[in-house]
């Protein structure tokens, strides 16, 4: 009887013993277990709780590249790309669309109804019916004029090639450059390492520059004097991630900052002292690697996103809650 | 007339000479087709004579191991699956192609508070990459390589956040060029693959 009980012991031990030696060998895949495993996905959900916009609609373009994105005082949305500018009017019903020679990386929309186009390397002028008024000379063979604004008689031109803004009359002719290091002011100089480079005007008449290797916003007075600046950086959702953000943005309610990231694509609200509002979109919401989100805010206070991977406007709105 | 005892003792005898001689012969075998090799008898098929018969030793002799950065997911497997430790396969940073940023993706976490060389910023488990104020706001990123395992978490947090000029590379001056890489057996991406020995880097973006 012993020997029987000593028996049964013995051939269940072995038995658990081969079916640790089968899940060791055919069910620990390498990896599963990885201690240097570094996860991101977590990053590109983001936090929902602090998304204070949903999307509430979508426009297609049918250009065959899409790069900038502005409204006018009527609520129309001009979006300018290759070869071409397209119009939708605010329910997003395509109004006009005209042709253009090359790729527009940048458009600004002023009250008489003028488009400024940055074309590569100079600014070429159109009135709402696509004829061209007049076309600047080039600002130099390394130049990318990634945005544009216009106050009055001023034009100001962000150069992402050469690190530098432009002010320009309306005829085009070079006022003064800002940005510009130098020390002495404090001007601490654009840092840009990929072509993303953006600038507005406030209603107030402000001059607001993005410093993305900064991670900054610095205002400027309209003769170069820099003015004041605030700094986010940080990969957390509060801030501006990566080497250089953000890459666009656009002013909402006249006083607060929509901002537009690449790397981990988000769009959110900033007060004007730098304080973090809110989320409009989250990452999940963009394919992966989309970058050069560019903005507008409409008479709605809609907040417009050009989609250049899913060659959409994607149209956010806050939450009624 | 036998009895079962000699019977057995025969037996275990004849087995054990069959044994003596089939080993032999495999040594002898194995000695003539391994040509010159000084390991002669003892040879275990490396091929890594430079007068080595075996089909294998061409391939040795003119082509090493070395991972595509292109297809590397940084699943962080090569820290662990190679034979070497620490692993033969480490980080190695194109400084051509570096931002140099402040904010670095490969350098600091990605729930980082402070922009600090703190232990508790670095994404490195090792420390194994050192920052260097070049000037405002530009840093340096070098790396320390005996204290890189190869892990690829850098790696991933570069390419995310930034340009990616940080790429994991096979280094010759460790790799002991296996016939059959224990990492390149598990990689996910297939990765691996065998380069020319003059062309022994695939570092992208320079």
Same mark, same amino acid.
Not at chain 1, 5 to 17: G, R, V
Not at chain 1, 94 to 99: L, Q, S
Not at chain 2, 93 to 100: D, E, S, T
């Given at each position: 009887?012993?020997?029987?009980?000593?028996?049964? $012991?013995?051939?269940?031990?072995?038995?658990?013993?081969?079916?640790?030696?089968?899940?060791?060998?055919?069910?620990?895949? +390498?990896?599963?277990?990885?201690?240097?495993?570094?996860?991101?996905?977590?990053?590109?959900?983001?936090?929902?709780?602090?998304?204070?916009?949903?999307?509430?609609?979508?426009?297609?373009?049918?250009?065959?590249?899409?790069?900038?994105?502005?409204?006018?005082? $009527?609520?129309?949305?001009?979006?300018?790309?290759?070869?071409?500018?397209?119009?939708?009017?605010?329910?997003?019903?395509?109004?006009?669309?005209?042709?253009?020679?090359?790729?527009?990386?940048?458009?600004?929309?002023?009250?008489?109804?003028?488009?400024?186009?940055?074309?590569?390397?100079?600014?070429?002028?159109?009135?709402?019916?696509?004829?061209?008024?007049?076309?600047? %000379?080039?600002?130099?063979?390394?130049?990318?004029?990634?945005?544009?604004?216009?106050?009055?008689?001023?034009?100001?031109?962000?150069?992402?090639?050469?690190?530098?803004?432009?002010?320009?009359?309306?005829?085009?002719?070079?006022?003064?450059?800002?940005?510009?290091?130098?020390?002495?002011?404090?001007?601490?100089?654009?840092?840009?390492?990929?072509?993303?480079?953006?600038?507005? !005007?406030?209603?107030?008449?402000?001059? #607001?520059?993005?410093?993305?290797?900064?991670?900054?916003?610095?205002?400027?007075?309209?003769?170069?004097?820099?003015?004041?600046? #605030?700094?986010?950086?940080?990969?957390?959702?509060?801030?501006?991630?990566?080497?250089?953000? +953000?890459?666009?943005?656009?002013?909402?309610?006249? $006083?607060?900052?929509?901002?537009?990231?690449?790397?981990?694509?988000?769009?959110?609200?900033?007060?004007?002292?730098?304080?973090?509002?809110?989320?409009?979109?989250?990452?999940?919401?963009?394919?992966?690697?989309?970058?050069?989100?560019?903005?507008?805010?409409?008479?709605?206070?809609?907040?417009?996103?050009?989609? +250049?991977?899913?060659?959409?406007?994607?149209?956010?709105?806050?939450?009624? /809650? | 007339?036998?009895?079962?005892?000699?019977?057995? %003792?025969?037996?275990?005898?004849?087995? !054990?000479?069959?044994?003596?001689?089939?080993?032999?012969?495999?040594?002898?075998?194995? $000695?003539?087709?391994?040509?010159?090799?000084?390991?002669?008898?003892?040879?275990?098929?490396?091929?890594?004579?430079?007068?080595?018969?075996? +089909?294998?030793?061409?391939?040795?002799?003119?082509?090493?191991? /070395?991972?595509?950065?292109?297809?590397?997911?940084?699943?962080?497997?090569?820290?662990?699956?190679?034979?070497?430790?620490?692993?033969?396969?480490?980080?190695?940073?194109?400084?051509?192609?570096?931002?140099?940023?402040?904010?670095?993706?490969?350098?600091?976490?990605?729930?980082?508070?402070?922009?600090?060389?703190?232990?508790?910023?670095?994404?490195?488990?090792?420390?194994?990459?050192?920052?260097?104020?070049?000037?405002?706001?530009?840093? /340096?990123?070098?790396?320390?390589?005996?204290?890189?395992?190869?892990?690829?978490?850098?790696?991933?947090?570069?390419?995310?956040?930034?340009?990616?000029?940080?790429?994991?590379?096979?280094?010759?001056?460790?790799?002991?060029?296996?016939?059959?890489?224990?990492?390149?057996?598990?990689?996910?991406?297939?990765?691996?693959?065998?380069?020319?020995?003059?062309?022994?880097?695939?570092?992208?973006?320079?």
């Amino acid at each position: 009887m012993k020997q029987k009980i000593i028996i049964i $012991s013995a051939l269940l031990l072995l038995l658990a013993l081969v079916a640790f030696m089968v899940k060791d060998f055919f069910f620990n895949k +390498p990896g599963d277990n990885n201690p240097y495993k570094f996860e991101l996905e977590n990053i590109r959900k983001g936090d929902t709780s602090m998304t204070a916009y949903s999307e509430t609609g979508q426009i297609k373009t049918s250009l065959a590249e899409i790069h900038g994105i502005a409204t006018d005082n $009527s609520g129309n949305i001009y979006v300018a790309g290759k070869d071409g500018v397209e119009v939708f009017d605010a329910s997003g019903i395509a109004v006009n669309k005209f042709k253009i020679e090359g790729i527009a990386q940048s458009i600004a929309v002023v009250d008489n109804d003028n488009l400024f186009l940055g074309m590569l390397d100079h600014i070429e002028i159109f009135d709402k019916n696509g004829k061209q008024i007049s076309k600047w %000379n080039s600002c130099g063979e390394d130049a990318v004029i990634t945005s544009i604004a216009v106050k009055g008689n001023d034009v100001f031109a962000a150069d992402a090639g050469q690190k530098v803004v432009y002010r320009f009359d309306l005829k085009g002719n070079l006022i003064n450059k800002i940005g510009l290091k130098d020390p002495a002011t404090g001007v601490p100089g654009f840092i840009i390492p990929s072509p993303y480079f953006d600038l507005g !005007i406030r209603k107030d008449g402000n001059l #607001w520059v993005v410093n993305p290797g900064r991670h900054s916003f610095e205002k400027y007075a309209f003769d170069g004097t820099l003015l004041t600046s #605030w700094t986010k950086a940080s990969m957390a959702m509060e801030g501006f991630c990566g080497c250089c953000n +953000p890459s666009n943005f656009a002013f909402l309610n006249d $006083s607060l900052f929509v901002t537009s990231e690449k790397a981990i694509e988000r769009v959110k609200v900033y007060k004007t002292d730098g304080s973090f509002v809110c989320v409009v979109a989250t990452p999940d919401q963009f394919e992966e690697g989309t970058k050069g989100l560019d903005l507008a805010v409409d008479n709605q206070n809609r907040i417009l996103v050009l989609d +250049p991977a899913k060659m959409l406007v994607r149209i956010f709105e806050l939450k009624k /809650q | 007339m036998q009895n079962r005892r000699d019977f057995l %003792n025969m037996l275990c005898r004849g087995t !054990i000479l069959t044994g003596l001689a089939a080993t032999t012969g495999i040594l002898v075998y194995r $000695s003539a087709k391994g040509g010159n090799c000084k390991l002669g008898s003892t040879c275990t098929n490396c091929g890594k004579s430079d007068s080595c018969n075996l +089909p294998e030793a061409t391939l040795f002799r003119e082509t090493v191991w /070395q991972l595509d950065p292109t297809k590397c997911i940084q699943c962080g497997r090569c820290a662990d699956n190679c034979v070497m430790t620490p692993s033969a396969v480490k980080v190695t940073h194109v400084y051509a192609m570096c931002g140099y940023c402040d904010l670095c993706g490969g350098y600091l976490k990605p729930d980082t508070k402070n922009i600090s060389t703190a232990a508790e910023n670095q994404l490195c488990p090792t420390s194994a990459i050192k920052r260097k104020f070049v000037e405002d706001p530009f840093y /340096q990123y070098t790396i320390d390589e005996p204290l890189c395992i190869g892990c690829a978490k850098c790696v991933k947090g570069c390419g995310a956040f930034g340009n990616g000029s940080l790429q994991l590379q096979v280094r010759h001056d460790r790799c002991v060029n296996c016939n059959e890489c224990s990492i390149a057996r598990d990689c996910p991406a297939d990765a691996f693959k065998r380069v020319p020995v003059d062309k022994p880097y695939l570092l992208q973006g320079i």
